[in-house]
């Protein structure tokens, strides 16, 4: 499925904080205002509002862009789950 305009220059704006790179004002001032960025100092940094539209928009556009701390909260999820599925199942042979 396609991103609408509005939904692409947002994302646009979002990445652009994401990533630290330039973006135009307009769409910056935009995405501040609707809650997605709030000003950190000099910077500006996604909120968890702005984190939840990245990934919404990111999967509508068929894209999977994560932080790296992202990413391996998620493998540290995964493998802290097949540990306790394994244990799980060990308790079930052992009665």
């Not at 609707?34 to 984190?51: F, I, Q, W």
């Not at 539209?53 to 998620?74: P, V």
Request: proline fraction near 1%; aromatic fraction near 4%; hydrophobic fraction near 35%.
């Amino acid at each position: 499925m396609a991103l609408s305009k509005t939904q692409s220059k947002r994302l646009g704006a979002i990445l652009s904080v994401m990533f630290n790179e330039d973006a135009p004002v307009d769409a910056v001032a935009e995405i501040i205002q609707d809650g997605y960025v709030e000003k950190d100092g000099d910077s500006l940094k996604l909120t968890e509002k702005g984190n939840d539209e990245r990934n919404r928009l990111s999967t509508l556009a068929g894209l999977n862009i994560r932080y790296k701390s992202e990413r391996e909260a998620e493998q540290e999820n995964k493998v802290s789950n097949q540990a306790q599925s394994l244990e799980s199942k060990t308790l079930q042979i052992d009665s």
